[in-house]
């Protein structure tokens, strides 16, 4: 019987943007869950469990194991060349998300002390986790609640890692730009249906709301125009060895013209690509391809 490849997550992120939720999530998925682990490890603890049968583990990283992250590098370079299906997932969000969570949690952030207040603390950690979220599928969960993070997650583990994942994200500028965003497209410039009463409670994807932006003819220049780009440019993130794009649509409320602009977009992207839709003020439209 052939030996499947072992499946590593490794899952780190901010302090308080939900690796302890997202870890409970990999765990109730079937992880075998490993938190806090110092990254000189990572290579010898994942080839022990490989051994010992385990087929899917998840290991968080985190500030906690400040010391060792200057060897991270080489450690995971390590683990690469084990030839296991290695994924690296960051969550983030916002500062003052992250401020709030700390104040009404009362919990202290791991590097703040008598000369770091929580803000600096939060900087110096983005600071030192760059490396990782440069190479890492990122998730913002400035927005989120803990069961839409489970949902991402369980979309995010199901993916095929050896082919490129285009996630075309909408979202309302009143919010805010997603953190998680690689590109931004600005769909305000747009016919609004917002100010036509019998649409303003409906969505992008719904049909009159379609028909009303399919019969702008910016609407469609616009998308022909977006369209182009990402077609020009994703091989180059291929050819990167990238394995995550991540592409944000944004109106003002992220209700109508980006949700529809990102189902357009993920519609015409799944003939031939892998492709998530996700829908930030709106969760419970996403329905992946």
């Known amino acids: 019987m052939t030996h499947k490849r072992q499946q590593v997550i490794l899952l780190s992120g901010l302090s308080g943007a939900g690796k302890s939720v997202a870890l409970k999530a990999l765990e ?22 490989d051994e010992d049968g385990y087929p899917r583990v998840a290991i968080g990283i985190d500030v906690r194991s400040a010391h060792s992250f ?44 008598g000369d770091l207040t929580v803000f600096e603390a939060i900087a110096l950690e983005r600071e030192m986790l760059e490396y990782f979220s440069s190479l890492a599928h990122r998730i913002d969960t400035t927005d989120l609640s803990a069961a839409q993070l489970r949902s991402w997650l369980r979309d995010f583990v199901a993916l095929d890692r050896s082919r490129l994942t285009v996630i075309f994200e909408s979202f309302g500028f009143k919010q805010g730009i997603p953190l998680d965003a690689d590109f931004v497209f600005d769909a305000r410039c747009l ?24 019969r702008e003819e910016m609407v469609g220049k616009y998308q022909t125009h977006v369209l182009g780009f990402l077609e020009r440019w994703l091989p180059e993130f291929e050819r990167d060895h990238r394995s995550y794009v991540t592409v944000g649509i944004g109106c003002t409320g ?14 015409h992207f799944a003939v031939n690509r892998q492709v998530l839709v996700r829908h930030r003020e709106r969760p419970e439209l996403a329905v992946n391809r």
């Open 28 to 49: 109730d998925l079937g992880y075998f869950c490993i938190d806090n682990l110092p990254s000189p490890l990572l290579p010898q603890s994942a080839a022990l469990l």
């Open 70 to 113: 200057v060897s991270f590098p080489e450690h995971l370079d390590a683990l690469f060349e084990l030839n296991l299906d290695v994924r690296l997932l960051f969550l983030e969000a916002k500062t003052e998300t992250l401020v709030k969570r700390f104040s009404e949690t009362r919990r202290s952030h791991p590097l703040a002390s």
């Open 191 to 214: 016919p609004n249906p917002h100010y036509d009463p019998a649409l303003r409670p409906l969505t992008g994807r719904d049909q009159p709301v379609i028909d009303f932006l399919e």
């Open 254 to 267: 992220g209700q109508h013209r980006s949700v529809y602009l990102a189902e357009q977009l993920a519609r």
